[in-house]
Each structure stands twice: as structure tokens, then as C-alpha cells.
């Protein structure tokens, strides 16, 4: 049987979705809340299947899922959230992912992708796909999310740089794309359209 490990910093999140894939047949399953205790459980349990959040209390679910395509080639990484904005998919597969699902999409659609990512984990599926390769050129990188998370905490150049381990010139290099991409030409611009462009929260 697969192992999976589902990573949600909500605890009802997580017992929802251990007691509905429990009822799909999977019975070896892990919980982690945070980034630091899914790095600690992947670790440990060589999961098969992750199933991520994208906004953790210490970091973004894509860094997370970054890592683990850097240390594995044969996990699958399923990206679960409530916001199925073409930008997500977008962020979700240039990470790494194997899949993206909207929570209010059904079970069985996760069922389907968690299947999916343990049958081909370096591919990607996601509903809409389509449109969103129509519209690739406006879509933000997984980098690029990182820094809006940032941006949205009120974080300096320098905090950027430091928090996300890259050097300020690189940091402004990605505000430029981010401006240009969202159509703004300043900070508080970029946090205001991430929110009417529905680029925020879970």
C-alpha cells in the first residue's frame, strides 16, 4: 500500500481528508502541519504521495514542493488549496508538482490525481490545463509567488533577500517581472492586484 503524507497547517483539514482517502482504500497516511514537520516526516517515512497546501505557517507549499523535487525523482507531489487560479497551476507545475487539486473539487478527482502522481510523478495534471497554457506569458513563477508573500508581509529588499536566500539584485530582478506581469509599477500596486486577481490566501 501507498504511503502518503498530507501537509495542511489545518487540523480539520487534515482529518477530513485522512478519514475520506481512508475510506478510498489508502490506511497508510501522515499528517504534518508546517513545512519544517513535512521536511521532518519526508525524511524520516519516504512517503510515496504528498499532498500540499500552499500557505504553511513557516513557508509556501511550493518551496516545499521544490524540495522535494530536488531529492526525489519518483515522489509524487499533489498541490491541494482552495484557490484554483490559473497563476497557482501555473506556480504549482514549474515547482514540481505532479498535480494540482482545488479543494472543492471531489474526492475522487484527488483519488485520481494521487494516482496519477504515483504512476508518472514527473509529469503534470491539473483540471484546466489548457487554459492554462493558452495564457502562459502573464502567469508568475513559483519564485515569484514567494516574493508577493513577502511583499504582502511588508518585507524590505534586504528581508526578501535574506528570507528567500537570494541576493537583492536578484530580488529587484523578480519585482520587474512581477510589475510587468501584474501591470503595476510599484509595491503596493503588486499586493493590490494580487488580491483583486484572487493571488492571495488559501
Not at 497551476?89 to 504515483?118: D, N, Q, T, W, Y
Not at 497554457?133 to 514567494?146: G, P, Q, S
Amino acid at each position: 500500500m501507498s504511503r502518503l503524507l498530507i501537509v495542511d497547517d489545518h487540523a480539520l483539514v487534515r482529518e477530513g481528508l485522512k478519514r475520506a482517502l481512508t475510506h478510498e482504500g489508502f490506511s497508510d497516511i501522515t499528517e504534518a502541519s508546517s513545512v519544517l514537520e513535512a521536511r521532518a516526516s519526508i525524511a524520516a517515512l519516504q512517503p510515496d504521495v504528498v499532498t500540499i497546501d500552499i500557505n504553511l505557517p513557516d513557508g509556501s507549499g511550493f518551496e516545499l514542493v521544490s524540495w522535494i523535487r530536488s531529492i526525489s525523482q519518483e515522489m509524487g507531489v499533489v498541490v491541494l488549496t482552495l484557490n484554483d487560479h490559473e497563476n497557482y497551476i501555473r506556480a504549482a507545475m514549474k515547482a514540481g508538482a505532479s498535480a494540482f487539486v482545488c479543494k472543492s473539487e471531489p474526492i475522487p478527482s484527488l483519488v485520481a490525481a494521487i494516482k496519477h502522481s504515483l504512476v508518472a510523478p514527473l509529469s503534470f495534471s491539473a483540471k484546466g490545463l489548457e487554459k492554462v497554457f493558452k495564457n502562459t506569458h502573464t502567469l508568475l513563477t513559483a519564485r515569484e509567488f514567494d516574493l508577493l508573500a513577502q511583499l504582502e508581509r511588508g518585507q524590505t529588499t534586504a528581508q526578501i533577500s535574506k528570507s528567500l536566500f537570494i541576493s537583492p539584485a536578484t530580488v529587484k530582478t523578480h519585482l520587474a517581472s512581477i510589475y510587468r506581469k501584474l501591470e503595476v509599477t510599484n509595491r503596493t500596486a503588486a499586493i493590490h492586484a494580487m488580491h483583486e486577481q484572487g493571488l492571495s490566501g488559501k
